[in-house]
């Protein structure tokens, strides 16, 4: 349920840039982003901000990956030790 | 004994298949039904936007590749050969180059037909300059199919074999199908450009050489469990 | 033990990223690009951390082909994993940074669509290894060093496609780093190989606690038998 819901979440978010706004005709030279008219500059902050909540999400999302596996592991581990014990000779 | 081994495994898929001829035929008339679509989805006013013919002609080849890899093996799935194959006392790597050489001949058959069809519905000329064209086409189909037959080969005792087979080929055979279209492109060109063709030409011989070597490298390795 | 050094070690890099952040934060924004270039301090570290990963997989997966050790798998698949995270946050800050530094969210350059190639041949790695069945290990090796082998074919196809047609938007030349931009790039570098490395030595170990269930399971059912 939760390995669903994280890969949902995980296509809607991989998906979304490519259905961006188509890009505007190109321009020949490089212009820094002062020249140009404040009627074409997007405000940076949410970009800025959204690309490092990404990265949090990503790493910490893999972290508790790695954390839940773990668990899952250590789980079965403990469940053979005891039915290796209880059917010991 | 290698090329003998190679040759009897192309003998025998050849002498299999001209029985009933149902891969070619139907790898075919896939191909060619790849290309109407593509026909119909381009075609605007009555012409294919510039530059489209080459395009088509390679995206069919490599989708009728990647079907025809995976019946060749499905049928040596379904018959076991593969496994009585692997018993003989032949070595390993030729039987790579069998299966290779056997692909490589259907995907030529099928070009055959595929080609003057590309060229006939969309104005193309192909045959302005046939030598590096054929050349083209023979460098970018052994290369899709040096990866292909390794992949395939690997895949055939996998359930999800039918999807994996694209998912793990079309990236790493990305280089082909620059290089062909790009190439095939510059000779269709008004003047055209065969340095350009030659030089994509070369870069698609370097990647034969490379995949092939390290297909019989790790071919063995990987038909045993 | 290394259950109980995981978290310590999550805490001690956590502490570097804040501290490489603080950096990034007192440098004044890059003059030509304005505050989102802020982004690139992520960026760049994230790319080489997917090319550390790559490479690790690419070597762990050459390495358990040719001796079949299972560190060597171990080892591949905890690159291939580290390499697709990475690589997620690099395709996806990149074109947050792009759209405002110049206006697209994609160019199809050759190092872009290399590195995106790359992701998606590992992407690959990682769903052979989930659904390919028994014995996938082998087939994932495959793509990983089939994968590897690829990368300088797709890097200079792609460079000569793109340099023959010109680019219709312009890539400038990434900035010349001026001298305070340094510290804060190598602060953020830093903490991203020590974060490489916590989660590389934690998917280790869980590697190596998959591998004891898997020995004990068998033993239990050796003597049950």
Redesign the interface.
Known sequence: MIKRLATFVWTI??VT?LF?LQ????????R???EVPPSEQ?P??P??I???A??LV??LF??WT?WR??NK??A??RA??R??KR?AP | MFFRVAFLVLRKDFAIEIKSREILYTTLLFAVSCVLVFAFALVKEGEAPPDAAPAILWIAIMFAGTLALGRTFERERYGETLRALLLAPAPRPALYVGKLLGIVLLLGVAELVLVPLVAFFFLAPFFAKPLLMTLLLAAGTIGFAA?GT??AA??M????RDV?LP??LY??T??VI??GV?GTAALLASPADEA?AT?WLA?LA??DV??IT?SLW?FE??MT? | MM?KLFPVL?AINAVLFVAALIFINRVPPE??????Q??FY??VP?WIAMYLGIAICGVGSIWY??TGRPQADRAAVAGG?LAV?FG??GL??G???A???W????QWDARLTTAL?LW??FV?YL??RK???P??E??AA??G???T??AP??Y???N??RT?HP????M?ELPNSAPEMVPPMLASIFSFLV?FVV?LM??L??GR??A??DE??LA?ED??A
Not at chain 1, 23 to 30: L, V
């Open positions: 978010v991989l840039p961006a890009p505007p005709p190109g321009q020949t030279e490089f820094p982003m002062t997007l940076a902050a970009l800025v959204t690309a490092y990404f990265f990503a790493v893999y972290v790695i596996r773990l592991v250590e079965d581990i053979l030790e039915t290796a059917t | 990866v390794l992949f690997m895949l005792r996998v359930r999800t994996l998912i793990l990236p790493i990305v280089p620059i290089g790009r350009m030089m870069i370097a990647f490379v995949f390290l790790t390795v990987l469990e | 259950r999550l003059s030509s690009m304005g505050l989102v802020k982004i992520f960026h994230s082909l040719a994993e995270l997620l946050v996806v800050t074109p947050l940074w759209r405002k530094a206006g697209v969210w994609w190639l998606l041949t690959a769903t052979v659904y390919g069945g014995g996938s082998k087939l495959a793509v060093l089939f994968g082998a690829v074919f797709v200079f196809s792609v000569i496609w023959v680019l219709t938007t312009v400038p974060l989660l934690a998917r170990e869980l606690r998959q004891d269930v004990l399971y239990y003597r049950t």
